[in-house]
């Protein structure tokens, strides 16, 4: 996106604030996150932000702003950071889905319009996308298989390998499938990354007073929404090894350790499992105590105890505490860095859950009784 020694630019990395070269010029042009969290020269910056992370929860995505001056594409830049940290206070698995989706969707766009293939070329390998130049003049790049399997589109049939026109490993592709290739492979960045953030604590609550309630009462509501989706509908599936142990250890009267219990417990929370649900899981625990496990349970979930709600431990910390079947492990575990990002990349593989038949009407339930 910029050679050596020559000037670099602005407006082409507020387009993609993701790619290495951006993170640099932040860093080279001395930004700190503090100054952008309460400084009142960078409140267009903070505006844009808390735009971004509103926008992934709209239907139509967010929006894309178009920086005209060095100035305005400055706020573009900055505003990306600043919306992983509203992220990271708010700290939701669904919301990190919705966001990653969102400017994914942002870049396809972008990328999509871009004049030049540089650009694409560009971006896609700073994403992770290794591209080598085509063995042919109809193809705008090649990738080896491997690599094209890791971040083809799950669900879609025109993706799958045997699709493909495929030489020496090596799958051909024209610039559009390169660009949705890049899509994916941020999208997967983003949830990744974005789930291991630590929350960041006052400062970001000091600088976003009105904003992160108004934007809490937003996700509220699409949780609201997920959980009903969801509930009930667990796909087991899709658990990741470390989850299929404890589930069934647990359904095998096994006596869990604690550290298991929590992961679980935040795992199925986290899906949009309710307290009541998950209390009825864990009375197949050998030790189970209704009153205990309900007051531990609720408090994981922030029903009590001050409405902390807590996370779903990352993969070093399940393997930290053992209970990371390591021998179980597959391509997927070594893709991700969380058990709920295994279960969103693993759930986009299966067919869609068949739909529980509809429940008999009263009056014709008493009918076929008589």
Same mark, same amino acid.
């Given at each position: ?31 700190? @996150?503090?100054?952008?969290? !309460?400084?009142?020269?960078?409140? &267009? +910056?903070? #505006?844009?932000?808390? =735009?971004?992370? /509103? ?110 026109? @495929?030489?020496?490993?090596? !799958?051909?592709?024209?610039?559009? &499938? +390169?660009? #949705?290739?890049?899509? =994916?492979?941020? /999208? ?183």
């Amino acid at each position: 996106m910029a050679n050596a020694g020559r000037p670099v630019d602005v407006q082409l990395l507020a387009r993609y604030p993701y790619v290495p070269l951006a993170r640099e010029y932040v860093k080279a042009q001395g930004y700190q @996150l503090g100054d952008l969290l !309460v400084d009142a020269a960078f409140e &267009r +910056v903070r #505006r844009r932000a808390v =735009q971004r992370v /509103k926008g992934s929860m709209e239907r139509d995505g967010i929006a894309d702003v178009a920086a005209a001056t060095e100035a305005e594409s400055e706020v573009e830049l900055l505003s990306y950071p600043v919306a992983r940290l509203l992220l990271a206070e708010l700290h939701d698995p669904y919301l990190t889905s919705r966001y990653a989706v969102a400017e994914s969707k942002l870049l396809n766009e972008r990328l999509s319009s871009e004049q030049d293939d540089r650009v694409v070329w560009t971006v896609a390998t700073a994403l992770g996308v290794p591209l080598e130049a085509a063995s042919d003049t109809e193809s705008f790049a090649r990738l080896h298989f491997l690599d094209f399997l890791r971040h083809a589109p799950g669900r879609d049939p025109s993706w799958k390998l045997v699709n493909q026109r @495929l030489s020496a490993g090596f !799958v051909s592709l024209d610039r559009a &499938r +390169v660009v #949705r290739l890049t899509e =994916q492979a941020l /999208k997967d960045r983003l949830e990744d990354e974005v789930a291991e953030l630590e929350r960041p604590g006052r400062e970001v609550a000091k600088a976003f007073p009105k904003e992160l309630p108004e934007l809490t009462t937003i996700l509220a509501a699409h949780r609201a929404r997920f959980a009903q989706d969801t509930s009930g509908e667990v796909r087991i599936e899709a658990f990741p090894p470390c989850m299929k142990a404890i589930w069934g250890g647990i359904q095998a009267h096994v006596n869990i350790p604690h550290m298991g219990r929590f992961a679980i417990v935040t795992f199925l929370h986290k899906l949009g499992m309710d307290s009541e649900a998950v209390l009825k899981f864990f009375s197949q625990v050998p030790d189970f105590d209704v009153n205990k496990s309900r007051y531990q349970i609720e408090h994981i979930t922030g029903k009590i105890g001050g409405g902390t709600e807590y996370s779903t431990p990352g993969c070093s910390t399940m393997q930290t505490y053992g209970i990371c079947p390591l021998e179980q492990r597959d391509e997927v575990c070594f893709s991700i860095t969380h058990p709920l990002n295994y279960y969103r990349k693993r759930l986009r593989t299966l067919p869609p859950a068949k739909p529980s038949p509809p429940a008999t009407p009263p009056a014709q339930e008493a009918a076929n009784a008589g």
